[in-house]
């Protein structure tokens, strides 16, 4: 990763974001009130639900391009999984069980009738509807309209060729709303260990969602592991550890610089205590190479790594996921990372515990 691409990552996320209802600060206010009455979403992370015309929708070039979209792999896993599991319902079948769910998806051209469309234009007022149809904002949002914590995403467009344009020229930012929205969901269903969370700002000026069952494994000046050891139980473990140092250069932020950070990471802290020749390394196989992406991590841009690691001998390992960002006010660099052992099982339902865990977490 390139720094001139690190520092002008920015560009990459810049798209437009509308919420529909707004207002003054009572209105705000009385809408908090109201959000806090609903019932919570529903729905498991990745999880995505498209209201949409059958017909009209399966059979054309925007429906199967959005799909495609939505239908991309989890990277840095050893066998092929999506990111996002995709169900498309018409209008009709859209039952009061579907309304909850946390994330729907309404795809509307503006120049074709039918009862999907029709009934979803009722959402809007006519004005708003003849000011879309010359607007390029193309993304719409509702917030806790059935449910708390519950987003309604509209991709509006005045004609199937103009929806099937935005939808090319948005796409990256398309997938990585979906992917945050989804993280954050995984947030909100979570659950706390609040004593743990406290102990855990105290001694390291961090906040971060932590969830019942996680314990701090190894602990040193600039180091911590946590670790929900599932393994005999349920045949999983989840682990996650922060590791800070000096900020010196923009080449830190390399991939080959990543790299070789993790692979020290791995001699130091993840080493057989009877065997210093076996530790925590990562597969760098061509089939199953880490892939490497600039991605906003909270306030921060960061190198995003995600691949695969085993132990340097043994046949144990499992996938991982990083996060490398620079903290101004500490004036360090800091590598995050998730890494879970799960042998025959799913893995991306694991990953969304890790990102959920890490996107949490705020340094003071």
Not at 330 to 348: A, H, L, M, R, S
């Given at each position: 990763?390139?720094?001139?691409?690190?520092?002008?990552?920015?560009?990459?996320?810049?798209?437009?974001?509308?919420?529909?209802?707004?207002g003054d600060n009572k209105n705000k206010e009385e809408?908090?009130?109201?959000?806090?009455?609903?019932?919570?979403?529903?729905?498991?992370?990745?999880?995505?639900?498209?209201?949409?015309?059958?017909?009209?929708?399966?059979?054309?070039?925007?429906?199967?391009?959005?799909?495609?979209?939505?239908?991309?792999?989890?990277?840095?896993?050893?066998?092929?999984?999506?990111?996002?599991?995709?169900?498309?319902?018409?209008?009709?079948?859209?039952?009061?069980?579907?309304?909850?769910?946390?994330?729907?998806?309404?795809?509307?051209?503006?120049?074709?009738?039918?009862?999907?469309?029709?009934?979803?234009?009722?959402?809007?007022?006519?004005?708003?509807?003849?000011?879309?149809?010359?607007?390029?904002?193309?993304?719409?949002?509702?917030?806790?309209?059935?449910?708390?914590?519950?987003?309604?995403?509209?991709?509006?467009?005045?004609?199937?060729?103009?929806?099937?344009?935005?939808?090319?020229?948005?796409?990256?930012?398309?997938?990585?709303?979906?992917?945050?929205?989804?993280?954050?969901?995984?947030?909100?269903?979570?659950?706390?260990?609040?004593?743990?969370?406290?102990?855990?700002?105290?001694?390291?000026?961090?906040?971060?969602?932590?969830?019942?069952?996680?314990?701090?494994?190894?602990?040193?000046?600039?180091?911590?592991?946590?670790?929900?050891?599932?393994?005999?139980?349920?045949?999983?473990?989840?682990?996650?550890?922060?590791?800070?140092?000096?900020?010196?250069?923009?080449?830190?932020?390399?991939?080959?610089?990543?790299?070789?950070?993790?692979?020290?990471?791995?001699?130091?802290?993840?080493?057989?205590?009877?065997?210093?020749?076996?530790?925590?390394?990562?597969?760098?196989?061509?089939?199953?190479?880490?892939?490497?992406?600039?991605?906003?991590?909270?306030?921060?841009?960061?190198?995003?790594?995600?691949?695969?690691?085993?132990?340097?001998?043994?046949?144990?390992?499992?996938?991982?996921?990083?996060?490398?960002?620079y903290h101004p006010t500490k004036?360090?660099?800091?590598?995050?990372?998730?890494?879970?052992?799960?042998?025959?099982?799913?893995?991306?339902?694991?990953?969304?515990?890790?990102?959920?865990?890490?996107?949490?977490?705020?340094?003071?």
């Amino acid at each position: 990763m390139h720094s001139k691409k690190f520092l002008f990552a920015s560009l990459f996320f810049s798209f437009a974001l509308v919420i529909l209802s707004c207002g003054d600060n009572k209105n705000k206010e009385e809408k908090n009130n109201r959000s806090s009455a609903l019932p919570p979403a529903q729905g498991i992370a990745g999880r995505v639900l498209v209201v949409a015309d059958t017909n009209s929708w399966k059979h054309s070039l925007s429906g199967q391009t959005m799909d495609s979209l939505l239908s991309i792999d989890q990277q840095g896993l050893p066998n092929s999984e999506k990111v996002f599991e995709l169900y498309s319902v018409p209008i009709e079948r859209w039952t009061n069980l579907l309304q909850k769910r946390h994330l729907i998806i309404f795809p509307l051209i503006l120049n074709e009738e039918n009862p999907t469309n029709n009934k979803v234009k009722k959402m809007f007022s006519t004005a708003f509807l003849e000011k879309a149809k010359t607007d390029t904002t193309f993304f719409y949002y509702q917030k806790d309209r059935v449910c708390r914590n519950q987003t309604f995403m509209f991709l509006i467009a005045p004609d199937r060729q103009t929806f099937y344009n935005q939808l090319l020229k948005n796409k990256g930012s398309f997938q990585e709303k979906i992917y945050q929205l989804s993280i954050k969901h995984k947030q909100n269903v979570m659950k706390h260990n609040y004593d743990r969370e406290k102990e855990f700002y105290k001694k390291y000026k961090i906040k971060m969602h932590i969830p019942p069952k996680y314990d701090i494994v190894k602990e040193e000046n600039d180091f911590v592991w946590l670790r929900k050891n599932n393994y005999n139980k349920k045949g999983y473990d989840i682990n996650l550890y922060i590791y800070s140092d000096e900020y010196r250069s923009q080449n830190q932020f390399s991939d080959s610089s990543v790299l070789a950070w993790r692979e020290k990471i791995g001699q130091k802290f993840f080493t057989d205590p009877e065997d210093s020749t076996e530790y925590m390394t990562t597969q760098m196989y061509e089939t199953v190479a880490p892939t490497h992406q600039t991605k906003r991590f909270g306030k921060y841009y960061s190198n995003n790594t995600r691949g695969l690691w085993r132990l340097k001998k043994g046949v144990i390992g499992g996938s991982f996921v990083s996060y490398v960002f620079y903290h101004p006010t500490k004036d360090k660099i800091y590598y995050v990372e998730g890494f879970i052992n799960c042998p025959g099982q799913k893995k991306t339902k694991y990953i969304y515990e890790i990102e959920a865990m890490l996107h949490s977490m705020k340094i003071y």
